[in-house]
DNA sequence: AGAACTATGTTTTTT
DNA sequence: ACATAGTTCT
């Protein structure tokens, strides 16, 4: 193996970290300082040690991080093979825990649940327990959600999150012991993890089971941690086990990107590694290799306003003297177009359109940008907000896989049942009842006697489970029978946007193709989401404009940067109080400013339509405030000559969903084109916004006006 | 009684 | 675009 790994150009600091020998290493790193590049470099210097890669444990943020950090590594040692195991601590809890988890007596089929899931079992336990009769003033199944999890990964009681968070919700904190004993029996019941079960079980395969302790510390002799201050007690303490041999680990972390609190992450983690690691050495990466001076002053300024005290100072020596621009706007359409207008004079500057993006505090705020966008062929990649498996279609669909990797799966037969007509929520309830008696509740299925109105139904879906559950077949084969039986529901419950959402279910036939396994399908979209891309703006392969928000972008950098939606109200959030949450939003802010190496926009309306459409003033982030004027210069758009501020004219016919009036736009026996469905005659009109259309090659359709797109041919 | 339909309300951030 | 509550249909 080579070791040209000296030779890299490294800082000494960054050397001296990637040199180490043994024993606990911190690293604390500013942003842009290289974090990534050491931890790359330290695997590779492992290797060149002779290290067996299959002792080294990766952990990071995200899946891709993982991915990436080890490509990298194996170029640098001409070693593609990638056998250092590498990814999140929840997927690789999830590995070790179908290797080692009969230890603790678990069963080999479980499946994992997201927060959506969660939150379904939490609905259907309070309406059992008949709590969601009680009016409104019941929380919410998300707020429950939150004290439940929270009391796992924050290690405190529900009594003390609640007394601290939501005094006024302490009339209920009985009924929240109640609703959590329910849904920790519920998962056992039917073989259910979700998120914080699988740490906690990781926990607990170390700690209760020495056999596996051992095969498992004795497996990994390195451990490499990134992001640490993203990580909560039970990771840190997980970490603190797995190194009980050999104290052979490196965390690297800044504690002024903290943005995760919210999910147990605690950032006090750091301080308290030399701790639990005595006679850890600590290394401070404080040279930034990402941004120009002029952003590194305006970021050091937000930060240096934090309550806590943190110990970096950032410089840079990226030449570079633009100062970072503040834009102004009347609302928040004159801020999406002064964002596109000022993309396309960038793009003008040969400046690559895929090293732009537009970063914001919630997924909701771009909104106004995408349309702006779309009416001016901008094509972007919106990241975050929601995911591509969090849509109804797609979770049908996958329930057909996580019932043949979990028969028990009660979530997924439920969903399965309800697309049958005249099969109601009580009606799926009694059939899961039946077959979940049977050994093997898929073929038990058949036994079921079907009411007279939905037996048609249900014969089409008991032979499909029986198709689909042989245990030969590849994913991309299941997908296909699944397909052929579930897209004519599908039509009939999605008439109004089918086009779109079909696409997606293509999105997912992709996917499904580089499965070999259904088990490791079902576990990769739950633990690693794909990000539902909205692919309607651009063809693929062309670089897109990245609209992101800051969450989603960590780690990440641009040469471009736009943080928008900086006013009171929007930033910090809303119902952020003063104090830790106060000061997490901060960091959020700067994290977004730390992501642009050479450009710089913050931009804000002073006008927002609150959801009941009334307009309110408002002015800049707090924080905005806060920075000395001279660290940034205003762009004045509206000073331009008029002809600038125009965005391009409105095409023809395009996506962004204007109100229609179907009364004043279609007349009965007019002519109309739909984008998927073709050429059609309307029927009649059904009401201001729905209007039935006769296609000629796909029936009768009733449409809805704001999906549907229709183009008058003719009226 | 249970399914299906309609109107209304709401939206932090995510492994 | 979803979830929920309230209403109507079978």
């Given at each position: 193996?080579?070791?040209?790994?000296?030779?890299?150009?490294?800082?000494?600091?960054?050397?001296?970290?990637?040199?180490?020998?043994?024993?606990?290493?911190?690293?604390?790193?500013?942003?842009?300082?290289?974090?990534?590049?050491?931890?790359?470099?330290?695997?590779?210097?492992?290797?060149?040690?002779?290290i067996?890669?299959?002792?080294?444990?990766?952990?990071?943020?995200t899946?891709?991080?993982?991915?990436?950090?080890?490509?990298?590594?194996?170029?640098?040692?001409?070693?593609?093979?990638?056998?250092?195991?590498?990814?999140?601590?929840?997927?690789?809890?999830?590995?070790?825990?179908?290797?080692?988890?009969?230890?603790l007596?678990?069963?080999?089929?479980?499946?994992?649940?997201?927060?959506?899931?969660?939150?379904?079992?939490?609905?259907?336990?309070?309406?059992?327990?008949?709590?969601?009769?009680?009016?409104?003033?019941?929380?919410?199944?998300?707020?429950?959600?939150?004290?439940?999890?929270?009391?796992?990964?924050?290690?405190?009681?529900?009594?003390?999150?609640?007394?601290?968070?939501?005094?006024?919700?302490?009339?209920?904190?009985?009924?929240?012991?109640?609703?959590?004993?329910?849904y920790?029996?519920?998962?056992?019941?039917?073989?259910?993890?979700?998120?914080d079960?699988?740490?906690?079980?990781?926990?607990?395969?170390?700690?209760?089971?020495?056999?596996?302790?051992?095969?498992?510390?004795?497996?990994?002799?390195?451990?490499?941690?990134?992001?640490?201050?993203?990580?909560?007690?039970?990771?840190?303490?997980?970490?603190?086990?797995?190194?009980?041999?050999?104290?052979?680990?490196?965390?690297?972390?800044?504690?002024?990107?903290?943005?995760?609190?919210?999910?147990?992450?605690?950032?006090?983690?750091?301080?308290?590694?030399?701790?639990?690691?005595?006679?850890?050495?600590?290394?401070?990466?404080?040279?930034?290799?990402?941004?120009?001076?002029?952003?590194?002053?305006?970021?050091?300024?937000?930060?240096?306003?934090?309550?806590?005290?943190?110990?970096?100072?950032?410089?840079?020596?990226?030449?570079?003297?633009?100062?970072?621009?503040?834009?102004?706007?009347?609302?928040?359409?004159?801020?999406?177009?002064?964002?596109?207008?000022?993309?396309?004079?960038?793009?003008?500057?040969d400046?690559?359109?895929?090293?732009?993006?537009?970063?914001?505090?919630?997924?909701?705020?771009?909104?106004?940008?995408?349309?702006?966008?779309?009416?001016?062929?901008?094509?972007?990649?919106?990241?975050?907000?929601?995911?591509?498996?969090?849509?109804?279609?797609?979770?049908?669909?996958?329930?057909?896989?996580?019932?043949?990797?979990n028969?028990?799966?009660?979530?997924?037969?439920?969903?399965?049942?309800?697309?049958?007509?005249?099969?109601?929520?009580?009606?799926?309830?009694?059939?899961?009842?039946?077959?979940?008696?049977?050994?093997t509740?898929?073929?038990?299925?058949?036994?079921f006697?079907?009411?007279?109105?939905?037996?048609?139904?249900?014969?089409?879906?008991?032979?499909?489970?029986?198709?689909?559950?042989?245990?030969?077949?590849?994913?991309?084969?299941?997908?296909?029978?699944?397909?052929?039986?579930?897209?004519?529901?599908?039509?009939?419950?999605?008439?109004?946007?089918?086009?779109?959402?079909?696409?997606?279910?293509?999105?997912?036939s992709?996917?499904?193709?580089?499965?070999?396994?259904?088990?490791s399908?079902?576990?990769?979209?739950?633990?690693?989401?794909?990000?539902?891309?909205?692919?309607?703006?651009?063809?693929?392969?062309?670089?897109?404009?990245?609209?992101?928000?800051?969450?989603?972008?960590?780690?990440?950098?641009?040469?471009?940067?736009?943080?928008?939606?900086?006013?009171?109200?929007?930033?910090?959030?809303?119902?952020?109080?003063?104090?830790p949450?106060?000061?997490?939003?901060?960091?959020?802010?700067?994290v977004?400013?730390?992501?642009?190496?050479?450009?710089?926009?913050?931009?804000?309306?002073?006008?927002?339509?609150?959801?009941?459409?009334?307009?309110?003033?408002?002015?800049?982030?707090?924080?905005?405030?806060?920075?000395?004027?001279?660290?940034?210069?205003?762009?004045?758009?509206?000073?331009?000559?008029?002809?600038?501020?125009?965005?391009?004219?409105?095409?023809?016919?395009?996506?962004?969903?204007?109100?229609?009036?179907?009364?004043?736009?279609y007349?009965?026996?007019?002519?109309?084109?739909?984008?998927?469905?073709?050429?059609?005659?309307?029927?009649?009109?059904?009401?201001?916004?729905?209007?039935?259309?006769?296609?000629?090659?796909?029936?009768?359709?009733?449409?809805?006006?704001?999906?549907?797109?229709?183009?008058?041919?003719?009226?």
């Amino acid at each position: 193996m080579n070791t040209n790994v000296h030779n890299s150009g490294l800082n000494p600091a960054q050397h001296a970290a990637v040199n180490h020998g043994s024993g606990p290493v911190l690293v604390i790193a500013g942003a842009g300082s290289g974090k990534t590049r050491t931890l790359v470099y330290r695997m590779a210097h492992l290797l060149g040690q002779g290290i067996a890669p299959e002792s080294i444990l990766l952990l990071t943020f995200t899946r891709k991080a993982a991915q990436e950090m080890l490509w990298r590594a194996g170029q640098l040692t001409d070693d593609s093979s990638n056998r250092i195991m590498g990814g999140t601590f929840h997927a690789t809890a999830n590995i070790l825990l179908r290797q080692y988890g009969h230890f603790l007596g678990l069963g080999a089929r479980f499946s994992i649940i997201d927060r959506g899931d969660a939150e379904g079992i939490i609905n259907l336990i309070k309406s059992s327990l008949g709590l969601s009769g009680a009016g409104k003033r019941f929380p919410s199944k998300r707020i429950i959600m939150n004290f439940i999890s929270g009391s796992i990964n924050k290690s405190r009681t529900i009594d003390d999150l609640v007394y601290e968070s939501s005094p006024h919700l302490s009339e209920f904190v009985e009924d929240f012991h109640s609703i959590r004993q329910h849904y920790d029996q519920f998962k056992l019941d039917h073989g259910l993890m979700d998120y914080d079960d699988l740490l906690v079980n990781w926990q607990r395969l170390l700690t209760e089971s020495p056999e596996a302790k051992e095969m498992i510390c004795n497996r990994f002799q390195y451990i490499l941690v990134d992001e640490y201050q993203d990580t909560n007690l039970i990771q840190a303490h997980i970490i603190r086990l797995l190194a009980s041999n050999h104290d052979n680990v490196m965390v690297v972390g800044d504690d002024s990107q903290s943005i995760y609190s919210f999910r147990g992450a605690d950032f006090y983690n750091i301080m308290r590694f030399e701790q639990q690691f005595p006679g850890a050495e600590v290394i401070t990466l404080e040279e930034n290799y990402r941004s120009t001076q002029p952003i590194l002053e305006l970021t050091n300024a937000v930060i240096r306003n934090a309550e806590e005290k943190f110990t970096k100072s950032l410089f840079s020596n990226i030449e570079g003297d633009i100062r970072p621009t503040l834009y102004t706007a009347k609302n928040e359409a004159a801020e999406a177009r002064y964002i596109v207008k000022t993309i396309r004079e960038l793009r003008n500057q040969d400046i690559p359109v895929n090293e732009i993006a537009v970063l914001f505090r919630s997924g909701f705020h771009s909104y106004k940008l995408e349309m702006e966008m779309t009416s001016n062929y901008l094509s972007f990649e919106k990241r975050g907000g929601m995911k591509l498996t969090e849509s109804a279609h797609i979770k049908d669909v996958l329930a057909f896989f996580r019932i043949l990797v979990n028969p028990w799966d009660n979530l997924s037969w439920n969903r399965i049942l309800l697309q049958l007509d005249k099969v109601g929520p009580k009606t799926a309830q009694k059939i899961i009842a039946f077959i979940k008696e049977s050994d093997t509740p898929t073929s038990a299925l058949a036994n079921f006697t079907p009411g007279k109105t939905w037996k048609e139904g249900f014969g089409k879906l008991v032979q499909i489970i029986t198709e689909i559950d042989k245990p030969e077949l590849t994913p991309s084969a299941v997908y296909d029978k699944v397909m052929e039986y579930y897209l004519p529901i599908f039509e009939k419950i999605y008439y109004d946007d089918y086009p779109k959402r079909r696409k997606e279910l293509d999105q997912i036939s992709a996917l499904v193709s580089g499965y070999g396994d259904i088990q490791s399908f079902v576990d990769d979209t739950t633990l690693d989401p794909p990000e539902n891309t909205d692919v309607q703006a651009g063809q693929d392969g062309e670089d897109r404009i990245i609209l992101s928000t800051i969450h989603s972008a960590k780690g990440l950098e641009w040469d471009v940067v736009f943080v928008m939606g900086l006013a009171e109200g929007r930033f910090p959030h809303q119902n952020a109080t003063p104090g830790p949450q106060w000061e997490e939003e901060r960091r959020l802010l700067y994290v977004a400013a730390t992501r642009a190496k050479k450009h710089l926009y913050l931009t804000y309306p002073t006008e927002l339509v609150a959801a009941d459409r009334q307009h309110i003033r408002t002015g800049m982030s707090p924080y905005l405030r806060e920075i000395p004027q001279g660290l940034y210069v205003k762009d004045e758009i509206d000073k331009r000559p008029a002809y600038m501020q125009q965005s391009s004219p409105e095409p023809a016919f395009q996506s962004t969903r204007k109100k229609q009036s179907a009364r004043t736009t279609y007349a009965t026996g007019g002519v109309v084109k739909h984008p998927y469905f073709g050429i059609g005659r309307v029927v009649s009109i059904l009401g201001p916004q729905r209007v039935e259309v006769a296609f000629d090659r796909h029936g009768t359709k009733i449409l809805h006006l704001d999906y549907a797109n229709l183009e008058t041919i003719e009226s």
